[in-house]
């Protein structure tokens, strides 16, 4: 049995008992609407206001059959050399424009560039691949409107739609520069590493990741489809270049090291690393946890490099 006791540094459990002091480990077994309502009092207690200089406005990417709310970030000295569309995490089922509010204005504010989040539909009132096709439609939006290169970021859940949309991508006149794949969830093989060694972790365990798809998905079995999971794929060439971060203390840990070793295996640019003594969840630990501090900037570094195109792994 993992010792987490060991693993994890005091700073870390103060981090994770003030979350399962507002987001309890069996929040899973509420209705859709509680967990919801629990999830977003839990964000609303770490959310950690606006940087000076940032200012965000809320409207609709008109789609053919909905409108997909967004939320954009400026920076009052805007850095035009990208822009970044994030989606956010949640399990596919929780979260939206206010759940990363936060988070998105800092990574607009440390990095200078325009940030578009994503309000995509959740399950199950919208079944996949509602979220897929609406952060797709997002990217294709943004590739119209700005002329500078679109870069794709994205923690949890929205890790995985970044690197679906990646994927479906590669062959129009427009893909992503790059994209910051943070903790994501790309449903490897959860026979092994980290899905066994952590399968109790706190703040996520095998059996949340299991409840999240079988909602996302309705319990019917999607085996092969990359647009649920890009792991799946047969042909990891051509994709734009990818840094991975994730939680040492996290199933989803291997998904990471997997997804880079494809990478380079199709001759394409790929970093991982993983953040030791960390758990799924720590980007709203960024401010009160020294570790998650540290991996913030670094996810910072990323998105800036990145959207300039330079590869400095």
Known sequence: MTDYKTLIDAETWAFIERTNSHYPPDTIDYTIAEQRAIYDRMCWEFFAGYPQGVTAETTVIAAPTHDIPIRIYRNATPNPAAMVLYAHGGGFILGGLDSHDDVCAELCARTGYEVVSVDYRLAPEHLHPAAFDDVLGAFEWAAKTYNCPVLLCGDSAGGNLCATV??????????????????????????????????????????????????????????????????????????????????????????????????????????????PGLVHGYLRARHTVGRARASFTGIVDAVSALGRGDWIW
């Open 166 to 275: 990646s994927h479906a991508t590669r062959g129009h006149a427009r893909k992503p520069i790059g994209q910051v794949l943070i903790y994501a969830g790309l449903f490897g093989d959860r026979s092994k590493g980290s899905y066994v060694t952590h399968a109790e972790a706190p703040m996520l365990t095998v059996r949340d990741i299991e409840y999240y798809k079988h909602v996302r998905t309705g319990g019917v079995d999607r085996t092969g489809d990359i647009t649920l999971s890009p792991l799946a794929d047969a042909d990891f060439a051509n994709l734009p270049p990818t840094v991975l971060i994730t939680a040492e203390c996290d199933p989803l840990s291997s998904d990471g090291e997997a997804y880079r070793d494809r990478i380079l295996a199709a001759g394409g640019r790929a970093f991982w690393f993983e953040e």
